[in-house]
């Protein structure tokens, strides 16, 4: 069987991105999806990413973490998603699309920035040394002096396979307030289980945590990942924060056929 793929990254964080539509892909086949994202054996990204026909949007997303198992939304792969159907024109420059967890929109500008829509968030957990929030994925966010030099996948791992998240685990996210308009992210990442050079929805979760344990009072926030830069807007209405958005590049690699 030969696939036609394409490869996209957003600020490092790279999928391989297959369409769908005709439905034809083996989606239970975690060996295979873990394979295709294997780096030495095989195409090499984060997750792999389906798009699909869906009956209320342009299409669907649906999301498998590099382990081969279907998992939670991931904001750069959504950006990446967004580009990629733009590149088979099956949107313009702006679209709405579902997800794992629900409805999106988002918009494509000229200069290849993607903003995509967020869900909601509230429920926000603050503890003495950690915060802890669903921004489509479950994030711990942890405030740490010398990020550069942190060893994130050590620490990261040690959180994620902890007691405090159980079997299910969690995204590990640590963070350094460079000032109130920008905060650095090094993020651990679970289904990966390692350190990535960006995560979206870890992006969105630093940001809206910092907002919420009082390191800054601004609801737009830059936010620097190892691959690049990213941004994240919101409004506060309580507890609760809305119309929340991640923004920032996503491109396309290449494409090629891989013969499973």
Known sequence: MRIQFYKYQGTGNDFVMIDNRS???????????????????????????????????????????????QSTMCGNGGR??????????????????????GLHHASVSQEGIVSLQMIDVDGIKTNADYTFLNTGSPHHIQLVDDLE?????????????????GKAGSNINFVKKIDDTTFALRTYERGVEDETLACGTGATAAAIAMNAIGQTDLTAINVNVEGGKLSVSFQKEGNKYVNVFLNGPAKFVFEGIIEI
């Open 23 to 69: 439905d034809f892909f083996p989606k239970e086949d975690t060996k295979l999806i873990e394979r295709l994202c294997d780096r030495r054996f095989g195409i090499g990204a984060d997750g792999l990413i389906l798009l699909e026909n869906d009956d209320e949007t342009d299409f669907r997303m649906v999301y498998y973490n590099s382990d081969g198992n």
């Open 80 to 101: 990446c998603l967004v580009a990629f159907a733009k590149q088979l024109n099956i949107i313009g420059d702006t679209t709405s699309f579902n997800a794992v967890d």
């Open 149 to 165: 030099n942190y060893n994130v996948k050590e620490n990261g791992a040690a959180i994620r396979y902890g007691e405090l998240y």
